[in-house]
């Protein structure tokens, strides 16, 4: 497509031959970017993007996200994730945090000391020398 004499889109054509690798689309992108006066960004760049998006939109539903891997054209899921699927540092470091352990409160001690109080009677009326 290309802005005709009438200020409209007009069909400039269409070659059929098929690429045999990723160079031309690279091509396109690198001189529209220029074009717009923006950074270059590579193709792959926006299926990364397009695949974080799926982690954020799919949430943890399995087959919601095979199914935003298979619309990016991947028949294996490992492929969306593995290639394309990185989380950020920053999140990274927030879902780490949200691992945490939580600190027993009071009551949860109390209960371990009971625990380890009846386990130490029962070891003495055994007869262990461990109580």
């Keep these: 497509m290309h802005v005709g004499a009438s200020g409209s889109f007009e069909v ?43 982690q954020i939109v799919c949430g943890g539903d399995i087959e919601a996200y095979k199914a935003w891997s298979q619309n990016l054209g991947h028949e294996s899921m490992l492929t969306t994730l593995g290639s394309y699927g990185a989380v950020s540092p920053h999140r990274q470091a927030e879902i780490i945090r949200g691992l945490s352990i939580p600190k027993p409160d009071d009551e949860d001690l109390r209960n371990v000391e009971k625990i380890l109080d009846t386990a130490k009677l029962l070891l003495r009326k055994s007869g262990s020398k461990a109580a």
């Design 12 to 54: 400039n054509g269409l070659a059929r031959k098929p690429w045999s690798n990723a160079g031309p689309v690279r091509t396109i992108f690198c001189q529209q970017f220029t074009r717009a006066g923006l950074p270059y960004f590579n193709p792959h760049s926006f299926r990364n993007l397009i695949a974080q998006i799926g």
